[in-house]
């Protein structure tokens, strides 16, 4: 069993519709959670990070982690044609120094 | 600023032929990570550097593979002899050093890889 999890999708979704994307996680010492979006034929850029359990928002993107479950989300409120690519959860024990441990990635195709 | 930079981009190579790829990092960014991505999978980590040593390369396969960071700013990842199996995104990654509270996150810093396929 895969440390991380994550549903490949795809997921298909009208614009302006609200899109949830989900992984759980069995390592109980991860403490950042990352979300990564990934464009095809490009690398992944950080779009948003979370330390420990709690909410953060960053206009249409919204992180949640919840540890006592191991489940984190990441909601994109307002969906896009262009939010249409790969999202990758990571995860890490220490800060960013250290190696991230990777979701498999959830594709979301945004129709216009 | 210019962001990491890979090369070559895409890569095609008959099996047992050798096969390098090269990354230069963010100016300043003293830890550099090579990461292998296979096709519908999340990246995973071959090896990280700080500055030039090598302080995680427990998932490296080293009969095959190699990587250096002579100077502590670029690298060169290498594979010979190259196998089918060895098809994947090879993404390389740096970030700075660590610094600020411990709630902050040390961003990695991804280049656009390199997509080697073994024929």
């Known amino acids: 069993q895969k440390e991380v999890e994550q549903d490949p999708g795809p997921l298909s979704v009208p614009e302006g519709a609200i899109v949830s994307l989900n992984c759980t996680y069995s390592?109980?010492?991860?403490?950042?959670f990352m979300w990564y979006r990934q464009y095809s034929r490009k690398g992944p850029e950080l779009l948003m990070y979370?330390?420990?359990?709690g909410n953060k928002e960053d206009g249409r993107f919204t992180a949640q982690v919840d540890k006592s479950s191991k489940y984190i989300s990441l909601f994109i409120r307002d969906s896009q044609p262009s939010d249409s690519a790969t999202y990758l959860c990571?995860?890490?024990?220490?800060?960013?120094?250290?190696?991230?441990?990777f979701g498999s990635g959830t594709r979301l195709q945004v129709q216009p | 600023e210019a962001g990491v930079v890979q090369s070559p981009r895409y890569k095609i190579i008959e099996k047992k032929q050798p096969v390098a790829f090269w990354c230069n990092p963010i100016?300043?960014?003293?830890?550099l990570y090579w990461y292998r991505q296979n096709l519908g999978q999340g990246p995973e980590l071959l090896i990280r550097?700080?500055?030039?040593?090598?302080?995680?390369d427990s998932q490296l396969p080293k009969d095959r593979f190699s990587a250096e960071r002579l100077k502590g700013v670029d690298s060169t990842l290498k594979i010979q002899p190259a196998e089918l199996g060895d098809s994947a995104v090879y993404l390389c990654?740096?970030?700075?050093?660590?610094?600020?509270?411990?709630?902050?996150?040390?961003?990695?810093?991804f280049g656009p890889g390199t997509r080697l396929t073994v024929l």
């Open positions: 100016s300043g960014h003293n830890t």
């Open positions: 990571a995860m890490s024990g220490d800060t960013g120094r250290r190696a991230l441990t």
């Open positions: 390592n109980s010492a991860f403490q950042y």
């Open positions: 979370t330390y420990s359990s």
């Open positions: 550097y700080e500055n030039e040593e090598a302080v995680d």
């Open positions: 990654a740096s970030s700075s050093r660590q610094g600020g509270p411990l709630s902050s996150y040390n961003e990695q810093f």
